[in-house]
């Protein structure tokens, strides 16, 4: 069956400290992947995405990996602030689809 | 800035209730998708539309129906409300489904409606 997996364990870390977040994906050949953010009570909003071709992305803080080989994609947030406490979601789109499969999300706390 | 606004914040119904749902988007996006949100199950899509008076069934689409008379609003009407219905519902819009790996199948996300039925 097709599944994306986030680790729905809330990650907790110390401010300053590198986050890294995890989505496996099984049987689906993703055309790219996103990451996502989510406020409580709030809509996701759009951080990253990353094309099927690309090992790396970076923006300011934050770089996301992707390895077809693996089924994976990592999410890293370095220097880690309070503020960037929150959910985050990964969504693929499968090669060929018109819909976009979200994961579940993980919680991310960051201690000052 | 891309807006997508829902009409309520929250809000609360009892069961056999008709239920509706509003949407609206300022980005003039071609495509347009409700979504309902659940505790460990991540978003799951309920209906989507990729143009006027165009829908398409997502993956639970049972109980609820869609209407979109215009390009920038879209309507979740839920028939007769159950208490599984109990949930936060997402609006999102993005530019179209325009080929592998564009940046505008990035989707904007509305605040979300928490609705609870009674």
């Known amino acids: 069956s097709q599944k994306i997996e986030q680790n729905s364990e809330a990650l907790n870390i110390q401010e300053g400290k590198t986050a890294t977040l995890t989505c496996n994906y099984t049987n689906y050949s993703p055309a790219y992947l996103q990451w996502y953010r989510q406020d409580p009570g709030r809509g996701p909003v759009f951080l990253l995405l990353i094309r099927e071709n690309e090992k790396e992305k970076r923006k300011e803080r934050l770089k996301v990996t992707f390895d077809t080989t693996l089924k994976q994609s990592l999410f890293h947030i370095t220097a880690s602030q309070p503020a960037d406490s929150a959910t985050y979601l990964c969504a693929l789109r499968n090669t060929g689809g018109f819909k976009t499969i979200f994961g579940a999300g993980t919680r991310l706390f960051v201690k000052a | 800035d891309v807006k997508v606004t829902q009409s309520s914040r929250y809000l609360v119904k009892r069961t056999g209730e008709k239920v509706f749902l509003e949407c609206v988007q300022d980005?003039?996006?071609?495509?347009m998708f409700w979504y309902r949100q659940d505790p460990g199950l991540g978003l799951r899509l309920i209906y989507f539309s990729y143009d006027v008076k165009m829908k398409e069934k997502g993956d639970i689409p049972e109980g609820y129906s869609v209407s979109r008379e215009k390009k920038e609003r879209f309507s979740l009407i839920l028939e007769s409300a159950s208490t599984n219905q109990t949930s936060m519902y997402l609006c999102?819009?993005?530019?179209?489904?325009?080929?592998?790996?564009?940046?505008?199948?990035?989707?904007?996300f509305g605040p979300g409606t928490r609705l609870t039925v009674l």
């Open positions: 980005m003039d996006h071609e495509n």
């Open positions: 999102a819009s993005s530019l179209s489904f325009s080929g592998l790996g564009r940046q505008k199948d990035t989707q904007y």
